[in-house]
């Protein structure tokens, strides 16, 4: 592992070291930052000087005589750059279960896909493919930072298997290693597995940075694992700290409260909570007072049925994140819209369930997309990320502006929040380099990763198949009843037209 690990630090580092300058060249607009009021701003016809892995210079025009001689460049005309996404919670290796959960619930996914069930069909090449395809994918689609809730830590082989996948990505992923009480693996050996990595981690990798994960908080508090986990992380000051938290009916009660409680919130590790559906008054007071945030992944939400009904009143500690993209889109604009458009349909409902005419709109487009880019920089405590300025890390993004979705944009914030699809993203860098050009990723044999992938994805997807679904019936494992939703009825006088799910 000590081997693998420093080759790929020892590559990463060449390439960096031997990057030239990059000049983005002339876009119609560049979405930047406003330190000073914590707001976006435009720069209309301008030019990003790119020099090694940061926001050299930022021009007005195209600047071609203000750069060095050494320097490519790349015309951005009618173009808009924008910064990369920030992804606050992600599970990179579940990409082989693409479209066979298209109608699954938190319940059943529990039983069926989920850490503790789906480890049996998956070897370290599954999830090494499945991770690296995985990430390749969010890199297609502009998020150019992942907070990977790694929960295929089932082995010592799976955990490095993943990792190697990450190191190889390209992609910047802060990797949290999952502690959890799985078969055949135990908490010890999951404790001296993460020492191994740490003491072979590259010291000159620039991109992955180690955080943890860890969901039994609330099931084990003042437990030996609990304080383990808890003195571990101090130890090596890993990057994050990231756990789910859904409380009501789900219990997994892993709150802010708890983990203040605990003496663990007003830490030096940023604590990241995904989800956060029934989170408490008391909550919110305290993410506030200790600058920790929620992940909100509303796509999985409204999918899942955990919902996110508390989340409205959050907003201000709160980032976006994907989680099993597997089941839906896989781009952060779409969150973004998706959340845009909830946090207004609430808002304004308010106002109508008293019959009451709203006459302005409650959430803009620049509010969306700083969830999707900035505020999870600030989750992660990197405000060097989801930005654009000088001294920030050159993770940027080229879009069409000419593209048949976009044409005729003026206001290039809404027209990536609410007009864009990853079609119309032409250019990807990550840390100054590209990872996707001209539309098409910079992988090199990638048609023999898809390949790889594909072998991998339709052996375990057989493998489903054949696999027979939970019974949910009674009480979920918090005690709480199962209740049928109501079924959406399409085809009047013909049943519901659920349909089969074609797999």
């Known amino acids: 592992m000590r081997s693998q690990l420093s080759t790929l630090a020892l590559l990463g580092h060449a390439a960096a070291t031997g990057a030239t300058s990059v000049l983005l060249s002339n876009a119609s607009a560049i979405i930047t930052f406003d330190a000073e009021t914590e707001a976006l701003s435009v720069l209309r016809h301008g030019s990003v000087l790119v020099n090694a892995d940061r926001i050299d210079k930022l021009y007005e025009g195209a600047a071609h005589n203000r750069v060095p001689d050494n320097t490519e460049v790349v015309d951005c005309t009618g173009k808009i750059i924008s910064p990369g996404f920030i992804d606050t919670h992600r599970h ?28 049996v069909y998956y070897s370290p090449e599954d999830v090494y493919i499945g991770q690296l395809a995985g990430l390749y994918e969010a890199l297609n689609a502009g998020t150019t930072t992942n907070l990977d809730h790694a929960h295929h830590t089932w082995s010592n082989e799976t955990s490095e298997a993943g990792l190697k996948a990450t190191l190889e990505s390209g992609a910047r992923v802060v990797w949290g290693y999952t502690f959890h009480n799985v078969t055949n693996f135990t908490m010890s050996e999951q404790i001296a597995n993460f020492r191994d990595i740490m003491a072979s981690f590259p010291s000159n990798n620039s991109l992955i940075t ?16 609990t304080q383990d986990i808890m003195a571990l992380a101090r130890e090596y000051n890993v990057s994050a700290m990231t756990t789910h938290y859904l409380g009501g009916p789900w219990d997994n009660a892993n709150s802010p409260e708890l983990l203040h409680t605990l003496g663990f919130l007003n830490d030096s590790i940023p604590c990241v909570f995904s989800h956060a559906s029934f989170a408490t008054a ?54 973004a819209r998706i959340w845009l ?7 304004y409902n308010q106002i109508m369930q008293q019959w009451e005419i709203p006459p302005y709109n409650p959430m803009s487009a620049n509010q969306a997309f700083l969830m999707a880019t900035r505020k999870g920089a600030l989750a992660l405590r990197r405000p060097d990320l989801g930005i654009i300025a000088e001294g920030a890390k050159a993770d940027l993004l080229v879009y069409d502006g000419r593209s048949p979705g976009m044409l005729g944009w003026v206001d290039p914030v809404a027209a990536i929040v609410l ?55 009674g009480n979920f494992d918090s005690g709480f009843p199962f209740v049928q939703a109501r079924e959406a009825d399409i085809n009047p006088d013909n049943g519901t037209g659920y349909g089969e799910l074609f797999v």
């Open 210 to 225: 180690p955080a943890m994960a860890y969901d039994h908080w609330a099931s084990n508090p003042y437990g030996k694992d």
């Open 341 to 347: 458009q909830s946090a207004r349909y609430q808002s």
């Open 282 to 335: 008391q909550d919110a007071k305290l993410l506030r007072e200790t600058n920790q945030y929620i992940s909100n992944t509303p796509e999985s939400e409204m999918h899942y049925g955990h919902t996110h009904e508390h989340s409205y009143d959050m907003m201000d500690q709160m980032a976006l994140g994907e989680d099993t993209f597997f089941t839906y889109s896989t781009d952060m604009p779409t969150q």
């Open 92 to 119: 990179g290796w579940q990409t082989a279960f693409k479209t066979i959960g298209s109608n699954t619930s938190l319940a059943e996914y529990f039983g069926r896909y989920g850490e503790y069930v789906a480890n």
């Open 419 to 473: 007009h864009a699809n990853v079609g119309d993203l032409e250019h990807v860098l990550v840390g100054g380099e590209f990872k996707k050009r001209n539309g098409k990723l910079t992988v090199p044999g990638y048609g023999a990763i898809q390949d790889r992938f594909l072998e991998s994805a339709l052996r375990i997807q057989a493998a489903f198949r054949d696999t027979p679904y939970p019974v949910l019936e």
